[in-house]
């Protein structure tokens, strides 16, 4: 089997030098770069086929996220993931998008698992779905540090095993919470995707979605009746017949629903 090319891309040498030691431990890749700059690293993209760029974020010069954002718009772009030391809160947007991720520093374990996500990526042949996803990322930073006007998401990338999906926004009837994922509920199935709740609501379109519980979004127009479920407890049940309980912080706003 030919391996597949990865190309490294960090400002420091003691980082290049792990991450290609990480690399050898798995065959079934093989490091054809090992760059410091974004400079040096377009150049190397040009000379070889590359299918994976694990990409520094923080580089003098030109910083990783400015160059991702070029190499999504590519007809057939790489794979890309961000080798970065960004805190938790930064990275739950890159969570709600599904771009893969490595916090420094990373265990052997980490990076296998990473590597294989990106494996089933690659043979799925769906980095352009990937790169979609990267693209609506960018739209939301540009806005954000434009001062304009955040795009409303309108699909996701979810990664599961096996497979990369782009759902539909449209398709969601309520989000709930399980720590470090979210149970998308859509017609006839669940998916889970690896966000947390507070990340999706601050992307899903206000006047579509609302917080009606600390583990719950709902979609307005999906409500059918507010119920009382006991003493001082109530619940929403949607069109669908499904029931999602209501908190007493957000019971005003739920019952604004009804007019």
């Known amino acids: ?27 079934g890749w093989a490091c054809v770069g090992s760059c410091h700059n974004t400079v040096a690293a377009r150049v190397a993209l040009q000379q070889q086929a ?24 590519l007809p057939q772009p790489p794979l890309v993931v961000f ?3 960004y805190d938790q809160h930064a990275l739950s947007a890159f969570d709600v998008y599904a771009l893969d991720y490595l916090l420094k520093p990373f265990d052997g374990a980490r990076f296998a698992s990473m590597l ?8 799925l042949k769906q980095t352009a779905a990937c790169a979609s996803a990267m693209g609506a990322y960018f739209a939301e ?20 095993v096996g497979v990369v999906e782009r759902i539909s ?16 509920q ?36 999906a409500v059918a ?16 017949g499904a029931e999602v309980p209501v908190s007493d912080r957000h019971l005003d706003a739920v019952r604004a629903l009804f007019g």
């Open 1 to 27: 089997m030919t391996p597949w090319n990865a190309l490294i891309v960090d400002d420091e040498a003691l980082a290049r030098s792990n991450l290609q030691l990480a690399l050898e431990a798995h065959p």
């Open 50 to 73: 590359v299918d994976l760029i694990l990409l520094d974020i923080k580089m003098p010069g030109q910083n990783g996220l400015a160059w991702a954002a070029e190499l999504c718009a």
């Open 83 to 85: 080798v970065t030391a």
């Open 116 to 123: 294989k996500r990106a494996e089933e990526v690659l043979n």
């Open 141 to 160: 930073r540009q806005a954000l540090e434009a001062g304009q006007p955040v795009p409303p998401l309108r699909s996701l990338t979810v990664r599961s």
């Open 169 to 184: 926004v449209a398709d969601i009837e309520w989000v709930g919470g399980a720590g470090n994922y979210v149970r998308l």
């Open 186 to 221: 859509l017609p006839q199935r669940v998916v889970l995707h690896r966000a947390t709740l507070a990340g999706m609501e601050e992307r899903l379109p206000p006047a579509e979605f609302l917080r009606v519980h600390r583990t719950a979004l709902v979609r307005r127009n």
């Open 225 to 240: 009746a507010l119920k009382a479920s006991g003493p001082g407890a109530y619940s929403l049940q949607l069109k669908s």
